[in-house]
């Protein structure tokens, strides 16, 4: 009978060293899985990556069909940060004006623009419907201010339309 306690009980002691052995591999695998898990958050889509090799430059805020105030800003995305952004505000019945945009290192970009002219005269613009297209890495050399038609660039947003409004906005949504 006492050798059949001790078989039991040295089987017990097999068994707990199994188990501790077990428990280190689950937490190593638990380890790697925690570590790749990490990786794969802190990568970027196959998606993203392909947007980012062909490029783009695109405009999140306002919204097309936004009625803005005469001082607004404009805001957007592109796809390197290394790239040269600028807003081309486009009043249908005259030219064309450019803003540099400040991009950040996340590819984010925003600039304040002006939508048409200041009182009395600006009065008349109320209710007027202004094109706007961002654009980066332009072909030729800008400077901000008026222009006699869509700039050229390498990469170009969608067109927007925006109506100029009467009254400022208390306080613009953020980007």
Sequence with gaps: MKTKISEIEEEIKNLDKQREILDQEIKKKLEELNQERSRL????????????????????????????PRNTFIAGEVSDSSFSVWVIVHPMASNYWAFEAQVEQDGKWRTDVTIGREPPEGNADVGKEYQIMAIANPKIHLKEGEYHSWIDAEYKSDTITVIRQDKKLSKPPSP
């Design 41 to 68: 958050k802190n990568e970027v889509s196959p998606a993203k990556r392909l947007l980012k090799l062909i490029g783009y430059v695109r405009i999140y805020y306002p919204l097309n069909r936004a009625s803005v």
